[in-house]
């Protein structure tokens, strides 16, 4: 009976693996604990997307100064993805997030919340499929929100093409 039973954890977990999923909960725990201890890297946004700084380092919380625009607080920075695949984007504050492709192309994301179950320092939660390349994030524009921490985190979930 034990042999059956671990043979059927092992295939659940080797399902798991196989399909390239990681449980929500995980990536969250692991956006929240960069969140909550970093390490931190003080960043900030350009006013355009021209010159945006980069926020590319894996592992990392990004604290992020938004400069004052006429429509509020705004700013981007740069991210270059390496895989083809989902990245999860955390943010500590409730800012408004648009992605554009180098090519100028909005970003379309798959999920996004302002919470998480597990986690109540995440603020905003947002999945987007990006390909290889350099895409530009742009926060706000807000009038409440001066600064947002930034961790981006692999879905584990490859493209297929």
């Not at 692991?30 to 909550?36: A, Q, V």
């Not at 920075?77 to 390496?82: C, G, I, Y």
Request: net charge negative.
């Amino acid at each position: 009976m034990m042999k059956k039973l671990l043979s059927a954890c092992l295939l659940s977990s080797a399902l798991l693996v196989g399909c390239g999923g990681e449980p929500a909960e995980d990536t969250d725990a692991e956006g929240c604990e960069h969140l909550r201890e970093g390490p931190a890297v003080p960043v900030t946004a350009s006013a355009s997307s021209t010159g945006a700084p980069d926020v590319s380092e894996a592992h990392k919380r990004y604290d992020i100064s938004l400069p004052a625009g006429t429509s509020g607080n705004t700013g981007s920075v740069s991210f270059k993805a390496d895989a083809a695949t989902d990245y999860i984007f955390f943010l500590s504050a409730d800012a408004s997030l648009t992605i554009t492709s180098s090519s100028g192309q909005a970003v379309s994301f798959e999920s996004s919340a302002k919470n998480s179950a597990s986690c109540d320092t995440i603020k905003g939660r947002y999945v987007a499929p990006l390909e290889v390349g350099t895409y530009t994030l742009t926060f706000g524009p807000s009038s409440s929100v001066s600064s947002v921490s930034l961790v981006i985190e692999e879905s584990g979930h490859e493209h297929e093409h």
